[in-house]
């Protein structure tokens, strides 16, 4: 309040108490930043995201100075050289989109306002792109997705008689079932499941989309075959884990071959695991397959079941327009809308 009462008129000078005798104007401190919230600042990004960054930022500076050019602030035409060396390399063109984003997130945070054009290092990204694909380079490489099928003959493949095993079984059949990513997975605990009449509710605490960490509560259905059945995996594990004393924390643990129980299971581990078990059941294209082949898996059968896309987006926790959720769609209309189909070839 004014004096009298009266509110502040627009001209009036602020009464704030503090206020700098240089008129206001902003000094160092106004744009310190203490090493504790660095820190937060740099965890707001998930730590995949940040070690892939620094990689291609470490390499963008490196290649900087050997071409004596200024790394920060860049130029337009170093970035449309430095993607140019790139694409010359061979490199593949999702990478150097992820050099492309790093080098202009690393100028953001510096504070560069005026980010260095892309325009010119896209256009030279796009010429490179067509001539793989006239030289009959591969398109974006993708995990093929772990059909229903599958998924039973993997887990055929594990020894249920050890807790390896039954680790690796509900580790399959979460990961399609969940539509899980390879650290939603590893980041599970026992807390975040529990079983209701339905099924099986699986609470995700954070993810890519889950920006500020709000969580969200998966629900699972019970299945109607032994070996796949998610509630039958669940508590075969649970029994495991309570023999070996494990009542609280991570869910799926690293297991010697003498059935010791250890911490959490890397995302690296998941990926093996899942490919192994792959070229053990004799799937197609097993070398081929990653973690990422039961979550494109879940989507798929999902949709092939006519479960709608927005519904598949939200289970899955994909962006409601998500690129990558469209491309599994194509990949099953393809067949199932196909114009030759019963034209009698």
């Known amino acids: 309040m004014g004096?009298?009462?009266?509110?502040?008129?627009?001209?009036?000078?602020?009464l704030i108490s503090g206020t700098p005798e240089n008129g206001g104007a902003h000094t160092a401190a106004d744009h310190a930043l203490s090493a504790d919230t660095r820190r937060l600042i740099a965890d707001g990004v998930p730590a995949n995201t940040r070690r892939a960054y620094a990689r291609q930022w470490a390499a963008f500076t490196t290649w900087c100075a050997t071409q004596n050019r200024l790394a920060l602030p860049a130029t337009a035409a170093t970035l449309a050289e430095y993607t140019?060396?790139?694409?010359a390399a061979g490199q593949a063109p999702?990478?150097?989109?992820?050099?492309l984003a790093a080098?202009?997130?690393?100028?953001?945070?510096?504070?560069?306002a005026g980010q260095p054009s892309t325009e010119a290092a896209?256009?030279?990204?796009?010429?490179?792109?067509?001539?793989?694909?006239?030289?009959?380079?591969?398109?974006?490489?993708?995990?093929?997705?772990?059909t229903i099928d599958a998924l039973r003959a993997m887990v055929a493949a594990c020894d249920l008689t050890t807790p390896i095993g039954l680790r690796d079984r509900l580790l399959l059949v979460l990961g399609l079932a969940l539509m899980g990513r390879r650290s939603e997975l590893v980041a599970l605990t026992r807390e975040d499941v529990r079983e209701v009449s339905d099924g099986l509710e699986v609470v995700i605490r954070t993810s890519k989309t889950d920006k500020d960490s709000a969580g969200e509560t998966i629900a699972i259905p019970?299945?109607?075959?032994p070996l796949t059945d998610p509630v039958a995996a669940w508590r075969d594990w649970l029994h495991v884990l309570d023999q070996a004393g494990h009542t609280a924390g991570r869910l799926l643990r690293r297991v010697n071959r003498h059935g010791g129980m250890g911490p959490s299971l890397g995302?690296?581990?998941?990926?093996?695991?899942?490919?192994?078990l792959a070229v053990r059941a004799g799937v197609p294209f097993a070398e081929t397959v990653t973690a990422h082949s039961l979550r494109a898996g879940g989507a798929t059968v999902a949709?092939?079941?006519?479960?709608?896309?927005?519904?598949?987006?939200?289970?899955g926790r994909w962006a409601p327009a998500s690129p990558v959720v469209l491309r599994y769609i194509r990949a099953v209309d393809r067949w199932r809308d196909n114009a030759m189909r019963n034209v009698g070839l």
């Open 222 to 225: 019970r299945g109607s075959h």
């Open 94 to 99: 999702a990478s150097i989109e992820q050099a």
């Open 303 to 315: 949709y092939a079941a006519g479960v709608p896309v927005a519904v598949i987006a939200k289970h």
């Open 267 to 276: 995302a690296d581990a998941v990926n093996v695991i899942v490919r192994d």
């Open 3 to 14: 004096e009298g009462g009266r509110l502040p008129a627009a001209g009036d000078q602020p």
């Open 122 to 146: 896209r256009l030279a990204l796009r010429a490179y792109k067509r001539r793989r694909a006239e030289d009959g380079g591969r398109g974006q490489r993708e995990a093929p997705p772990i």
């Open 84 to 87: 140019a060396q790139l694409c």
């Open 103 to 112: 080098v202009r997130t690393m100028h953001r945070l510096a504070g560069h």
